[in-house]
């Protein structure tokens, strides 16, 4: 008998997808969480089944991701966010709560929680690194269809 095998899904059709998105950077931000909408509706998620959050910064996505994760109609959660290295030590601490709390959120929830926080030396990488958005949005539509199969393994 063959091993059972889980492959890569990207059908949204019936996920419900949080993102919840950084104001600060918001140069950067916005347009990522545009690409990462447009990118979600073109795998199937609904409109209706995708829930919006804007924080101030990417120290506070943590908290809203995990909060966003607990609801039961969200599937899977995409953080996005941009830390641009600056002269003082703030980046690292910014860098490292928004990391930690990202992966915290989706080891207490037990759902994906896509860490789409761009962490650059300054502001030419982030803007290098906006397209990847849509990479966030086929990560969480894969990452939820693979719990849902985990889940429903004979």
Known sequence: MPPRTIDRQLD????GIGVVAARFNGYITDQMLKIALKRLSELGVADDD???VRTPGAFELPLVARRLADRGDIDAVIAIGAVIRGDTDHYDHIAYAASE???RA?????????F???TTDNTEQAVA??????EYAESAVEMANTARQIHELP
């Open 129 to 134: 690194r906006i397209g990847h958005a849509s």
């Open 12 to 15: 949204g059709k019936g996920l």
């Open 116 to 118: 789409g926080v761009l």
């Open 106 to 114: 989706g080891e207490i929830t037990g759902k994906p929680v896509i």
């Open 101 to 103: 709390g990202i992966s």
């Open 50 to 52: 995708v829930v919006v």
